[in-house]
């Protein structure tokens, strides 16, 4: 058993993976043989997790999620009796003995042997619950006794363990089935230990709220060959160090256009664009070149606070000799501006990032969509970075919907357009077009303010100005995903050495 994430990327599998790999997995096993060591690994996280309690509730499902549970159950009132410590144990279960599955039938049979007898009722006090009733069987939204025992799941403030998935979560996508008008953020320390697989929903959407701290028991089976759903993405490799025999025209330039002025409809939108600029200095382009859109009265000629940046006419920046060798950032701020470059840029920019308003004005623009999608057929690089408002803009559909599977919506939209998806939030999934999505496994609310997203862009736009040209789709996924991973680091970091208090977006830019 072991917390997650670890050091390296981790394999994420949906539940019909999940079921094949168990299948194959409890085929060359004697019966029962893995969920009697599901129980052995939850009972051992709880007596970890909990080593004093008092009064431990252990709530069983329907099913074989509830088989887990109750064999945890039994190991853990072994546990307690032989060593005298006088822990309670209080086990409920809402379902029908006979109507258990096989695997679960026998943990139930082992239960009556060890003793303990099943309560009607939860325990009014308790001090650790395991939540077994429901993992990747849930189907559809609980009701009953079992929705009465999920909502004191969720309500209570003592340590909760969810044995595979949080029962009020689709593992498969991060949706909760519903918070039942409870706040997201649970009032006590929560704990996941997903079994034989780790599930994507754990980790984007409604999952990290939901599940807490991950652990993960493969229940000693070999890591399955199957290609994986998706993957939870940390970075393997350290950033690589600069040869002394360099110069600025080495690190790669970045062009950022945005920002719309304020003489345009009275709504300034340069800081946006600045922010992606700073943030792709200090993510250390060589050089980055500003062109503030719409600027024409009173325009601005440089940032005081940072004055390395080149601000230049937009026009200027559009000379395809000079996109050749940079990458384009745009959108950020862009407002309506952003439309009258857009062709230009989709046309010659071998490496671009769309963000915000350029994203806006391709879902409502078919010949930008075209231009769009025959980039790929010329290997122009092409990111896309939507929140899921944005998303659902580009896809016809809404943030509900985007929300509802984040995975899929990654997919379609790097699939429809050819493009690397970044769709931000918590769990922000990277997506390119025939290989599983990679969902980042850093980051935290304090990235919930504005201008985040602008500093992400400037970070993505870095990374791919440094890169070769005629990159494989792996290596450039992993180039747009790191940023992603370095992006939500900062945020971490800020959280830990200030805890409680706001992070701003200009701070993270100037981390790089
Ligand atoms: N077999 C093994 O060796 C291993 C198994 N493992 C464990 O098995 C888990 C999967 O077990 P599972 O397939 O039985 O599904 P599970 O999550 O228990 O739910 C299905 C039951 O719930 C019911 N139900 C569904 N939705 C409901 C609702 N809203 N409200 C009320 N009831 C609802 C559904 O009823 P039905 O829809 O069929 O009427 C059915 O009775 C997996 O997550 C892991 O914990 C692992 O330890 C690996 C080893
Ligand atoms: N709760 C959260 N957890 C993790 N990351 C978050 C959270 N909220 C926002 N973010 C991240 O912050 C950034 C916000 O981007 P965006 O919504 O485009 O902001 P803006 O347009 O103001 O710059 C994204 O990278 C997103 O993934």
Redesign the pocket.
């Known amino acids: 058993m072991r917390r997650v994430p670890g050091p390296s990327p981790e394999p994420l599998f949906l539940a019909s993976a999940t079921?094949l790999i168990?299948h194959d997995a409890?085929a060359a096993l004697p019966a029962?043989t893995?969920?009697a060591r599901?129980g052995t690994a939850v009972a051992e996280l709880a007596l970890a997790l909990a080593p004093h309690a008092r009064h431990v509730w252990v709530a069983c499902?329907?099913?074989?999620?509830?088989?887990?549970g109750l064999m945890a159950a039994s190991r853990l009132h072994q546990w307690h009796r032989t060593r005298h410590t006088g822990t309670q144990i209080t086990v409920t279960f809402?379902?029908e003995p006979d109507?258990l599955?096989d695997?679960?039938a026998n943990a139930w049979q082992q239960l009556q042997a060890s003793g303990l007898a099943v309560s009607e009722h939860p325990p009014e006090e308790f001090d650790l619950a395991i939540d077994?009733l429901?993992?990747?069987?849930?189907?559809?939204?609980?009701?009953?006794r079992?929705?009465e025992h999920l909502q004191q799941l969720r309500q209570t403030s003592a340590t909760v363990l969810c044995?595979?998935?949080p029962s009020q979560l689709d593992?498969d996508t991060g949706a909760a089935?519903s918070n039942g008008g409870l706040p997201r953020t649970p009032p006590g320390p929560r704990h996941t230990l997903s079994?034989?697989t780790l599930k994507p929903g754990l980790f984007t959407a409604d999952g990290r709220d939901a599940a807490g701290t991950v652990w993960f028991d493969e229940?000693g089976i070999q890591p399955p060959t199957a290609t994986p759903d998706a993957r939870l993405f940390v970075p393997e490799h350290a950033t690589p160090t600069r040869p002394h025999a360099t110069h600025k025209g080495r690190q790669g330039d970045v062009i950022v256009l945005g920002g719309q002025h304020i003489d345009l409809n009275g709504a300034s939108m340069v800081g946006a664009a600045l922010l992606a600029g700073r943030a792709a200095l200090h993510a250390g382009a060589g050089r980055v070149f500003v062109g503030l859109l719409a600027d024409t009265q009173h325009p601005i000629a440089w940032d005081p606070a940072s004055p390395e940046l080149m601000l230049r006419q937009p026009d200027t920046l559009l000379n395809p000799t000079l996109l050749a060798h940079a990458c384009v950032v745009c959108g950020c701020g862009g407002g309506e501006a952003v439309e009258a470059v857009l062709p230009g840029l989709l046309e010659h920019a071998p490496r671009l990032v769309l963000d915000a308003d350029a994203l806006n004005r391709i879902a409502e623009s078919p010949a930008l969509g075209r231009q769009l999608k025959q980039r790929r057929q010329r290997d122009a690089v092409t990111v896309m970075t939507p929140h899921p408002l944005e998303a659902a803009r580009l896809l016809g559909s809404s943030t509900t919907q985007i929300m509802g599977n984040r995975l899929q919506a990654a997919r379609t939209l790097s699939e429809t357009w050819g493009t690397v998806c970044v769709l931000k939030g918590s769990g922000t999934v990277s997506a390119t077009p025939r290989l599983p999505p990679l969902i980042n496994a850093s980051g935290d609310p304090a990235l919930a303010t504005a201008g985040t997203g602008d500093v992400l862009a400037g970070l993505i736009g870095a990374a791919l100005a440094a890169i070769p040209d005629n990159l494989d789709d792996e290596t450039l996924l992993t180039t747009v995903a790191t940023a992603v991973h370095r992006h939500g680091l900062h945020a971490e970091q800020w959280s830990q050495n200030h805890p409680g208090r706001p992070m701003v977006a200009g701070w993270l830019a100037a981390q790089g």
């Open positions: 079921r168990e409890a029962h893995l969920m599901a499902g329907p099913g074989n999620n509830g088989g887990d809402c379902g109507r599955p695997d679960a077994a429901l993992g990747i069987g849930a189907r559809r939204r609980p009701e009953g079992l929705a044995v595979d998935v593992g089935w079994l034989l229940l």
